[in-house]
């Protein structure tokens, strides 16, 4: 199975701030990696796929960086609305794994 | 508009049986790839199982043997059969769909509650 490795597990950054979430591949996906927020309570939230390409209605400060082992989401202005817990998962291959989540704390 | 309503969830006892069933408007069950994810309490998302568009079945290591994931076309449900049941099953699971290839899960559930305990 691929391995899936992000970091940090969790930050803490004000309204406004740039915020990075990384993501590794145990072995090449090429740029099958998804991107999902998930708010508690509720189901994870599809951002990004293919690595770079913006859900449809997700808001444009979101973005999706990488190939090959890693990747990156990036928050350009950290929203109030954007608290939640982040995961990747790849598509490359079955199964379909994901991260372990970094928590964005505002 | 595309809905994906889980039921079946509750609690049973370890080495218990439970049927979660996944209602699906707006898109047919049998022309995509319906999966099931569980999220233990406090923790990550876990791939569980898949059902493809030409009815192959792919499951977890950790619940192989156990649980069985089938489709109703008439219904257009996913149902997910889990036997032998184990503490360490007590999750929310989610049904969620890809449309096959190297695809995201693009439609999710809201998930139900399923406990394992005596």
């Known amino acids: 199975d691929i391995q899936m490795t992000q970091s940090p597990s969790s930050l803490s950054a004000s309204v406004g701030d740039r915020v990075t979430i990384t993501c590794r591949a145990s072995?090449?996906?090429?740029?099958?990696l998804n991107w999902y927020q998930q708010k508690p309570g509720k189901a994870p939230n599809l951002l990004i796929y293919?690595?770079?390409s913006l859900q449809s209605g997700v808001p444009s400060r979101f973005s999706g960086s990488g190939s090959g082992t890693d990747f990156t989401l990036t928050i350009s202005s950290l929203q109030p609305e954007d608290f939640g817990t982040y995961y990747c998962?790849?598509?490359?291959?079955?199964?379909?794994?994901f991260g372990r989540g970094t928590k964005v704390e505002i | 508009e595309v809905q994906l309503v889980e039921s079946g969830g509750g609690l049973v006892q370890p080495g218990g049986s439970l049927r979660l069933s996944c209602a699906v408007s707006?898109?047919?069950?049998?022309?995509?790839?319906m999966n099931w994810v569980r999220q233990a309490p406090g923790k990550g998302l876990e791939w569980v199982s898949v059902?493809?568009?030409?009815?192959?079945?792919y499951y977890a290591d950790s619940v192989k043997g156990r649980f069985t994931i089938s489709r109703h076309s008439s219904k257009n449900t996913v149902d997910l059969q889990m036997n032998s049941l184990r503490a360490e099953d007590t999750a929310v699971y989610y049904c969620?769909?890809?449309?096959?290839?190297?695809?995201?899960?693009?439609?999710w559930g809201q998930g139900t509650l399923v406990t394992v305990s005596s």
């Open positions: 059902i493809h568009s030409d009815g192959s079945t």
């Open positions: 707006g898109f047919t069950v049998s022309s995509n790839y």
């Open positions: 293919a690595a770079s």
């Open positions: 072995q090449s996906i090429s740029s099958y």
């Open positions: 998962q790849q598509s490359y291959s079955s199964p379909r794994t």
């Open positions: 969620a769909r890809h449309d096959g290839g190297f695809g995201p899960f693009d439609y």
